[in-house]
């Protein structure tokens, strides 16, 4: 059975930063991918970054430059460094982790579909 917890969500001033941790427990794959979600109200679920066990990202074009995203393979932990944070950042962070095949590339849509979710961590930014 795989698990999937968040924790680091806080209350920071616009311009603060945050690091958001992502375990993942109970894999036996040695190709995955993991990636971070946000979601507020007025908004649909968006990606924000990915990573594969190759430690290849992808980021959305939102927070490029700001947030990244690394792994501990140690701990199996997933983190998102979120730096210089707007008030349009804010949201429930939600990590979500998915085995693949070599030829799965990990996209959005491919976490999406499938795989395993947290319960998400809440970041709120004041302006």
């Known amino acids: 059975q795989v698990h999937v917890m968040e924790s680091g969500g806080d209350s920071v001033q616009a311009g603060g930063s945050l690091r958001l941790s992502c375990v993942a427990s109970?894999?036996?794959?040695?190709?995955?991918?993991m990636g971070w979600f946000r979601q507020d109200a007025s908004k649909a679920r968006e990606g924000v970054a990915m990573?594969?066990?190759?430690?290849?990202?992808f980021y959305a074009d939102s927070v490029k430059g700001r947030f990244s995203i690394s792994k501990d393979n140690a701990k199996n932990i997933v983190y998102l460094q979120m730096n210089n944070l707007e008030p349009e950042d804010a949201g429930t962070y939600s990590c979500?982790?998915?085995?693949?095949?070599?030829?799965?590339?990990?996209?959005?849509?491919?976490?999406?579909?499938?795989?395993?979710w947290g319960q998400g961590t809440q970041v709120t930014v004041s302006s």
């Open positions: 109970g894999y036996t794959s040695s190709r995955y991918c």
């Open positions: 990573i594969d066990e190759n430690s290849v990202t």
């Open positions: 979500a982790a998915r085995t693949r095949l070599s030829w799965t590339p990990c996209e959005f849509g491919f976490l999406r579909g499938g795989g395993y």
